[in-house]
């Protein structure tokens, strides 16, 4: 942004001039669309030469200074910093500094406790009468730490005036002069480009990933890796390999974006779309199936796995890879699992842990916590923020007539954090469509009305049609970051949208009660905001978190420091109204430190409330005699999860030895995955009673133990079920691999249920329980007949009351 002395000066041009009459006309009326189409922003054209030349001097200072310095370009400045520099005399000015073009400033640096005002002039001749806004802006940062100073970067030439008053600038007011030609680049990539991906060397982590996994696994497998390191890029490289590749995703701009991405790696295969944009027609995915000999790419949604289930053709062998992105989002459904359970290799992909698959065996390939991606450079560092309340807060914004009161100080906490933090790219998350479209409509207000910034506000749900959904991405990517731009979403953005521009995301409710799956959104969206944008080297991502009170936090901070055991230090409170005071900065400081030890207390040093899960574990197997199932609770504690867990961290290699050695020693404990040696003993106990194996909906204590019977025998059959859990189950009375067993019991269940009701068997034409038990009860005598009918099923009919094997029922 060029100085004001450049525009009003006798240097001025007729684009100085334009820019500044649009600035001017834009400042009342370019206020955003709230549907998700946002209209035109009103922007500075970032293609003009004097823009480019202020982002090539900021980066020109940065790699001169070295990394003990933090340059920002204007447009990016934290009001913090202005304030701290003194270029702001008070933090009540704060709203009317971007209600004006900059004064002086097109970039700050700082140097541990003093800053340096960078001016930059993309022009033929620099003269002395173009600085004087300039100087003053130093003046103002010297006045408040005489150690500051300034730097003019010119591109021309200076007059001669200027050039033979350099060495007292800079003896007298700390002002240096630097030459530095003006280098246009040769092409602007758009933000949110990937084209080039496929082609790019990879990072060290992505190829210690990619190894491992084409070192091969059987069953399910995981990679665990944080957003924005290249999850993507790694299972997109290793399914080169594949003849076959199917990607599931968790919705529609997930799935769109994913075949997109991975189509660039596999330009020989034939890519399908399988969901409600793509295409459901079974037979024409077949059609597509191995066309000319080529390879198959199939992206799906989650809701499309129905149509795969039911795919002739589609190859289930070492040829082919399934991939699970984002599969901590993935329901635990009986039809998802069959489909899963059909292929030799599935890889699950997530930055969090995966839930659903509790209890099975899954194999981590690999695993790169958030704080080695962060110490790596991979992503950028983050900041979680809670919110100071008092009384009053919201009389600053009485100007502002008919504002949503449930969202106005909920924005207002927002507003002014970005304001002071240097943030300009928001996505906020609520519970609602209608909630998305009123936190639009009041921020627009806030942020223009009161704040006077440039806003573009949109919101995306997943009714949101595709070319909308990509226009609102695009233009929140690109819209400058002299002003704001935020996305209102309910839960589509919360993972597996790439746009490295956001620096921040806003929580506008936290439940009374979290659970796993909303404190994993949480981490989820989090990682929104922490992918590194090569225009902001010093981000910091912010998480804005509103919670009434500080006890919704631990949940979120207990899964977020299995990422990052350092999470307790960036959680600060800020007010929601700021006035920059010794008694403002006293309060959010002492805030800040309370909130630091009740987070250690609640999530950090958590000494005393795992000894006391242990000893209800120790009760619970002293009263059982036994370990705990997944949804067991005991003294009201959920115990089952607790173990569950414990054993998660254990794979992981985050459980505390000590932790380790105490869990050994209770009698029962095992360490393998969780519940299958319980689920066994439940199957035993199960058949003691009952003397048979379960139908598929049958439950015991608790557990789906058909459910957990059937999945044991699809692994079986796909040989991914171990030589000793297999002899282990053969020993089991009544056992059988037999993959239709069940469905035959229940049919005998029908056939006991009828007799019990009616004293004799069914004739052919009846039905009970909805089933046609007649043609049941007459295809097992036919089978009979034949010689096809297995001998235990045979004892099992005829020990059915009234049963005969006479060619009419009786």
Known sequence: MMS????????????????????????ANNSQAVSPRPS???????????????????????????????????????????????WLPDFMSIRLCKRVPEYGLDGLAKHGDSYVGIQCKERKTTCGSDLGTFQVAVAMLRDKNPGSGGVVMYSGGLDRWLKASAPALESTENVRLERLLYAPPAQETPVDDTSGEAKAALY?????????????WEGLGILQMPCGTGKTVVFATVAQRYQTVVVLSPLRIHAKQTLDRMAAFLPGHEHILVDMDGTRDAKKIKRSLGRSGKGTLISATFKSVDVLANLKGLRKDAGTLVVVDESHNLSDSEETRDFLDAFRRVLLVSATPVATFDGEDIQTLYRMPLRTAIDGGYVTDYRVVLPLVRDGDTDELKELEGLDEFFKPRLQFLATGMMRYGLRKCIIYTTSVKKCKQIVETAERIFQEHYGVDFLGACITEGTKPSERDRALRAFARHPRSGVAILA?????????????????????????????????AVQRLCRAVRKDPDVPFKVAHAFVWAETDDAIPEFLSL??????????????????????????????AATLELGKYVVDCVVVDADRWRERLEVLKAFVEEHKRLPTL????????????????????????????????????????????????????????VEEHKRLPTQEEAHAGVKIGDWVHHQRRRWRKGTLPGDRAALLEAVPHWTWDIFDDAWRERLEVLKAFVEEHKRVPTTSEEHAGAKIGIWAKKQRQNRRKGTLPGDRAALLEAVPHWTWGTRAV
């Open 4 to 27: 004001e002395s450049q525009e009003s000066g006798p240097d001025a041009t007729p684009r100085d001039q334009g820019q500044r009459s649009q600035r001017k006309r834009g400042a």
């Open 40 to 86: 035109k922003a009103m922007k500075v054209d970032v293609t003009q030469a004097w823009k480019r030349y202020e982002y090539q001097c900021i980066k020109h200072y940065m790699e001169t200074a070295g990394a003990a310095a933090e340059v920002w370009h204007w447009d990016d400045v934290p009001y913090d910093e202005l304030f701290r520099a003194g």
């Open 204 to 216: 060290p982590h992505q190829r210690d990933a990619v190894e491992r996994l084409r070192e091969g």
């Open 489 to 521: 979403s309910v839960r589509i953005l919360n993972e597996g949208v790439d746009v490295p521009p956001c620096d921040s995301i806003f929580i506008a409710e936290v439940p009374d009660r979290t659970t796993d799956s909303v404190s994993r959104r």
């Open 560 to 589: 977020l420091k299995e990422a990052d055991p350092e999470c307790h230090l960036r959680v600060k409170k800020a007010s929601v109204a700021y006035d920059g005071g010794e008694q403002h900065v006293a309060e959010e400081e």
């Open 631 to 686: 949804k067991e609770k005991h003294e009201g504690v959920k115990i089952g999860r607790w173990v569950s867990k414990q054993r998660h961290f254990k794979r992981k290699g985050t459980l505390r030895e000590d932790r380790v050695a105490l869990l050994d020693a209770v009698p029962h404990w095992a360490w393998d995955a969780y519940g299958w040696r319980e689920r066994l003993a439940g199957l035993k106990a199960f």
